[in-house]
């Protein structure tokens, strides 16, 4: 990819034609070519119409026959972990026990600065151990300093003595199981908060830095931050917002998961929203069923239940009536339908439309039955989802099928019965539950382990495009048509195809005549497109060295 070089003029100002390439736009499904415009899509066309512009733009680059597509926009992340995920002590890749505790003692060898160890990934249920590292080994590991290790649903951690000693009275919250690891409940949220609490402001920006930087090198131009009193602090919250508003890079939405409204609003929040958690996970037995568990050792136990219907139901009023966005985090369908009653409840008190038009919003809702869909679509809930879950824990001999038993688990995160309910989709990573990876997200949706759930990549690229700026109120963005934000990447990709879980609609679709712009091969083994560049707003936050 080739370009002309630009005058010294701010991005904003500039007029930038973009041809010889694939442009992804429904306003022209043959497209070649793109004009920018003080930061928003002034044309789109083709080749020879492209030949008008060119002696009156700023730039004009050559695309050498790559794809642009609209910039993804993750509707689900946490910011700082996943800056520390990316900059620090990672445990996803680790195959046992011994390979964690080798990662552990080398990170903390290797940071001697830092008052405090955050690290991420682990999951004793892939270890041939099948367990935890205990407090002790962390202890002798890091060398008696604070340490904080999230499991890989983020919902439960072990920790070290120093850091259990920052938090006096913790030994008798719920959650803390006598001494032994993993933490969860009370006690787990009590340590994040302190452990969040002592990173200093190096490290917290280091992180976010990291975290924006490695969004911006996949083409996402958008990140959905899900901060909250419980999961990382108000100054995490707040300094991110600066960071994105005075440093190039992906613009940030931030939610705030607070049942007091006003002060999601004095932070800067578009909502009292995210992970407001009506329950916990299915990885960490937490989240809330309406039949137990198949493999916990209590055979009664269902999860926990964080919120009840009345509950939410005020929290949507008060939303509503400030003008912002609610939203809650639930897994199991028991929450599920906590959330459906105390929607419904707020509905009747202040009309389904007034509801309807504040456009709230669920996170993961994994456990969904027909009623409860049908519900989320009278309502006009968003299902803010991560089809990469299914891809890491479905099937039949995974993590779900474990926790739930093969039939149930075969029900979890049905994306087709939600599209055909009408049911707004916005997709996202949780990262760094799961990494940022738009297109393996896109590809997890349209090749879901259960092929009933499975729906269109055509679909899946809106969801995880265009359904994150609709999640956010904006129906005029996610699209490369005249108009439309400026937010968009380059990708080197093979030939563009179309596909579809109905082999007639593909057929049908790769015809010409059927007008329907073409995506990336995503076939499982198929190799994904690479990000050449990433533009927000017209401004260039990325590009590939050496291109």
């Known amino acids: 990819m080739s370009e002309s070089t630009p005058p010294a003029s701010s991005a904003e100002d500039r007029t930038v034609l973009l041809r010889g390439g694939e442009v992804h736009s429904p306003a022209d499904p043959f497209a070649t070519a793109m004009v920018v415009e003080r930061g928003h899509v002034a044309w789109v066309g083709s080749e020879g119409a492209a030949d008008a512009f060119a002696t009156g733009v700023d730039e004009v680059v050559d695309l050498e026959g790559a794809l642009v597509t609209p910039a993804f926009v993750d509707a689900h992340v946490h910011t700082t972990a996943t800056g520390f995920a990316l900059t620090g002590l990672d445990l996803s890749a680790a195959g046992s026990l011994a390979e964690a505790a080798e990662l552990i003692r080398g990170h903390a060898a290797a940071r001697p600065e830092d008052r405090i160890l955050i690290g991420h990934g682990w999951d004793a249920a892939r270890w041939p151990e099948r367990r935890p590292l205990t407090r002790a080994e962390l202890d002798e590991l890091t060398g008696g300093r604070p340490l904080y290790l999230t499991r890989i649903d983020v919902h439960s951690a072990v920790v070290t003595t120093a850091l259990l000693d920052l938090v006096p009275g913790v030994r008798g919250l719920d959650g803390f199981h006598d001494g032994r690891q993993p933490l969860t409940g009370d006690a787990h949220h009590a340590v994040r908060a302190a452990a969040f609490g002592a990173v200093s402001d190096r490290q917290r920006t280091e992180a976010q830095r990291a975290a924006r930087n490695r969004a911006a090198a996949l083409g996402i131009g958008t990140l959905h931050e899900c901060g909250g009193p419980r999961i990382s ?89 400030a003008g912002l966005q609610a939203g809650f985090h639930a897994i199991g369908d028991a929450a599920v339908t906590a ?104 590809r997890a949706a349209a090749f879901h382990r259960t092929p009933e759930h499975r729906i269109s990549a055509r679909a899946a690229f ?33 030939e563009l195809v179309v596909q579809a879980p109905d082999d007639r609609v593909a057929r049908w679709s790769t ?26 707003h017209g401004q260039t936050v990325f590009v590939r060295p050496n291109e």
């Open 233 to 321: 602090s108000e100054d995490d919250f707040t300094g991110l917002l600066d960071l994105a508003r005075d440093e190039a890079g992906p613009r940030v939405v931030g939610y705030w998961a607070d049942l007091d409204v006003e002060r999601a609003r004095a932070l800067g929040a578009l909502g009292a929203a995210g992970d407001l958690f009506a329950d916990g996970s299915l990885g960490s037995h937490t989240a809330c069923l309406h039949e137990p568990y198949a493999d916990h050792a209590d055979a009664g136990h269902t999860g926990a239940a964080h919120l009840d219907a009345a509950t939410i139901a005020l929290h949507v009023v008060a939303c509503t009536e």
């Open 339 to 442: 959330v459906v009653e105390g929607v419904r409840a707020a509905a009747e008190k202040l009309g389904l439309g007034r509801v309807r038009a504040a456009r709230h919003r669920v996170e993961h809702v994994e456990m969904l039955t027909p009623e409860t869909i049908a519900a989320f679509a009278e309502l006009g809930l968003t299902a803010s989802v991560q089809p990469a879950f299914d891809a890491f824990w479905g099937g039949e001999e995974g993590m779900y099928a474990d926790r739930l038993g093969a039939e149930r688990a075969r029900t979890l995160n049905p994306y087709a019965a939600l599209l055909r309910a009408g049911v707004p989709l916005a997709f996202g990573s949780d990262s760094p539950v799961t990494p940022l990876d738009p297109w393996g997200t896109v």
């Open 462 to 494: 809106t969801a995880h495009t265009r359904g994150g700026w609709r999640a956010v109120g904006r129906d005029d963005a996610g699209t490369l048509v005249p108009g439309a934000p400026a937010d968009y990447a380059v990708w080197r990709t093979e």
């Open 511 to 536: 015809d010409p005549r059927s007008g329907t712009p073409g995506l990336p091969d995503l076939s499982p083994g198929a190799e994904l497109p690479v990000c050449l560049r990433t533009v927000v």
